[in-house]
């Protein structure tokens, strides 16, 4: 079945794997260059960026309070992480670790009271990428810890999964962005012992495995439950094309965070499971190999709402997979797969007069708002440039 998957996977990506080149796009001073001005232009008290306007990519600032604002002090870490990989190359001079710990500090009164509900998975990973420095650090365990029990309280048994939106019972509203958000129950279980979080975790992606992906491989953006028997009312979208298609963002956070299951428990359904997404993600791209904001969404002429964010995201999901392969040959595929959906995006998006580092993001196209450069778009570009030198697939 694997090896019938990959000859799909060979034949469908647009231009071959084995031409496929990092873009050199990922190591632009740019990037620094970009990033510190951000930091440099953050309103006071803080607010963090969260997408461009459409016309001039100039950064809409947002309350701490929003599901995305760990993404811009994350950002700092990873490049504090790519100035430890990049020793060979020229230096950068740039403090990353104490900008990231700068940016993050409006992060902290969010533990006692926030509004993004189970998005405070997100909002935890500049403190993890913390503890990967300084694994004593007491302000980060505290907030990761604070950040894990408002997710587990979010907890159904009865559904199995972890409440998404706010809705009056009995409506149970669970999304596929929700899987992003484990890695903060298993980070918490392995601060504090506390392996009731791991299995909340397990629950919640084995009942999103069973309900949110279609035998196609791909998936559903909204599960409605009934709160008090567990049963699925309707499946539906709310950021994409319509109730039956396939939000191309959703469908990366799939990938990632099934992947990311596999690696915290090593259960090979996680990683069969992000296969079968991968693989849908992968045969149903255009022929140009851009990332659709919906794979069942109109092709519109240009310019295009693809989705940046999407690309990138996905591409960090299959550089793990290709990491935790076995098989030399497979991991090759998926990291083959990864650079050349970086390519394309990077052709297409790479935007120097923009603060953002890529255009073309779909925010929410049924809202109007596509076309922007997003934060988590750029994090996860960053982010996939540094996997590449980590994998050896990539010098700085």
């Known amino acids: ?139 980060a365990r505290t907030a990761i810890n604070a950040f894990a029990k408002d997710l587990a309280a979010r907890f159904s048994p009865v559904v199995g999964c972890t409440r998404s939106w706010d809705a009056p019972d009995p409506d149970f509203q669970v999304i596929i962005d929700n899987m992003m958000n484990l890695e903060v129950l298993f980070q918490s279980a392995l601060l504090t012992g506390n392996q009731t979080l791991r299995n909340i975790a397990i629950s919640h992606a084995d009942t999103t495995m069973l309900n949110h992906i279609r035998n196609d491989g791909s998936t559903w953006h909204v599960i409605d439950y009934d709160s008090n028997t567990g049963a699925v009312t309707r499946k539906r979208t709310a950021q994409g094309f319509s109730d039956n298609s396939t939000w191309s963002r959703g469908q990366a956070w799939a990938i990632y965070g099934f992947a990311n299951m596999y690696r915290n428990t ?20 255009p022929t140009d190999g851009i990332v659709p904001w919906d794979f069942n969404g109109p092709l519109t002429p240009p310019p295009r709402p693809a989705d940046s964010s999407a690309a990138t995201i996905a591409a960090n999901g299959l550089l793990m997979m290709s990491q935790l392969e076995t098989d030399p040959t497979a991991a090759k595929r998926w990291s083959d797969a990864a650079i050349q959906l970086l390519s394309n995006i990077t052709t297409l998006a790479w935007n120097p007069t923009w603060q953002s580092l890529l255009s073309n993001g779909t925010v929410n196209w049924p809202q109007g708002n596509f076309l922007t ?24």
């Not at 996680?270 to 993600?281: E, N, P, S, V, W």
């Not at 450069?373 to 700085?396: H, I, K």
């Open 266 to 285: 090593r259960d090979p359904k996680y990683f069969d499971t992000a296969k079968r997404l991968a693989g849908y993600f992968l045969t149903n791209l």
């Open 1 to 139: 079945m694997f090896s019938t998957f990959c000859s799909l996977l060979a034949l469908s990506l647009a231009v071959s794997a084995a031409q496929s080149s990092v873009p050199q796009e990922l190591f632009s001073t740019l990037i620094r260059q970009k990033v510190l001005a951000t930091y440099n232009a953050l309103p006071q008290p803080t607010k963090y960026p969260q997408y461009t306007d459409m016309s001039i990519g100039r950064w809409q600032f947002f309350s701490p309070d929003t599901w995305t604002s760990g993404f811009f002090p994350v950002t700092a870490y990873a490049l504090n992480t790519r100035k430890h990989l990049c020793l060979a190359g020229p230096q950068d001079p740039t403090d990353w670790l104490s900008i990231g710990r700068a940016a993050s500090s409006a992060l902290i009164p969010l533990e006692s009271a926030n509004h993004v509900g189970h998005d405070v998975g997100f909002l935890s990973f500049p403190f993890i990428e913390e503890l990967v420095i300084n694994s004593s650090n007491q302000t």
């Open 373 to 396: 450069g997003t934060v988590y778009g750029d994090y996860y570009f960053v982010r996939a440039g540094n996997e590449l030198v980590s994998m050896g697939l990539a010098a700085c």
